[in-house]
T-cell receptor, first 114, second 115 residues
Framework: AQKITQTQPGMFVQEKEAVTLDCTYD???????LFWYKQPSSGEMIFLIY??????QNATEGRYSLNFQKARKSANLVISASQLGDSAMYFC???????????FGTGTRLQVFP | AAGVIQSPRHLIKEKRETATLKCYPI?????VYWYQQGPGQDPQFLIS???????DKGSIPDRFSAQQFSDYHSELNMSSLELGDSALYFC??????????????FGPGTRLTVT
């Protein structure tokens, strides 16, 4: 079974609008972490936001917020007030237990149009 | 703020050659991770080091080896290169306390092309 599922291969959003990128995960470990990364066409992998499984509040970083719904095993990324520079591939990832490795989803390509 | 540094940024090698990729973590970060991202794919974890010791291992081929040095920089050595090794290789680092222990910050990547 897929550990991280991103069901939206591509998304379009108009500038200044908010957009939600979906991510569901599968783990039986009570301790885990969820991450979102942005990968522009230039290739670098930019860390956006992190949510621990025991964190009581949803993580927020500027225009990014993580909508963490533990019972549904979902960790959607919400980008508010989209900008043209937000156009990129977005990856959801998970770390389980005491392991180091991040398991990535297949990504969602976001296009912001004027 | 200082970021993860990787060198070289681009590398072209022929089949059966060797390659060495270098990674310099963010200052005061003690854990280094290596990932491989093939064309159009998501990154795959290779190996990680904490305080110069291997801490976790993923799908790293036996032809590859890595180590972390006393100054915390890391090198990924790749031998008998194959066409399928062509990929973007990322190094990431994480810190020593609080949430920074979990947050992995990636470098810009080394694009390896094997011909």
């Amino acid at each position: 079974a897929q550990k991280i599922t991103q069901t939206q291969p591509g998304m379009f959003v108009q500038e200044k609008e908010a957009v939600t990128l979906d991510c569901t995960y599968d783990t039986s470990d009570p301790s885990y972490g969820l991450f979102w990364y942005k990968q522009p066409s230039s290739g670098e992998m930019i860390f956006l936001i992190y949510q621990g499984s025991y964190d009581q509040q949803n993580a927020t970083e500027g225009r990014y917020s993580l909508n963490f719904q533990k019972a549904r095993k979902s960790a959607n990324l919400v980008i508010s007030a989209s900008q043209l520079g937000d156009s990129a591939m977005y990856f959801c990832a998970m770390r389980e237990g005491n392991t180091d490795k991040l398991i990535f989803g297949t990504g969602t390509r976001l296009q912001v149009f004027p | 703020a200082a970021g993860v540094i990787q060198s070289p940024r681009h590398l072209i090698k022929e089949k059966r050659e060797t390659a060495t990729l270098k990674c310099y973590p963010i200052p005061r970060h003690d854990t280094v991770y290596w990932y491989q991202q093939g064309p159009g794919q998501d990154p795959q974890f290779l190996i990680s080091f904490y305080e110069k010791m291997q801490s976790d291992k993923g799908s790293i081929p036996d032809r590859f080896s890595a180590q972390q040095f006393s100054d915390y920089h890391s090198e990924l050595n790749m031998s008998s290169l194959e066409l399928g090794d062509s990929a973007l290789y990322f190094c990431a680092s994480s810190g020593t306390s609080g949430k920074s222990v979990y947050e992995q910050y990636f470098g810009p990547g080394t694009r390896l092309t094997v011909t």
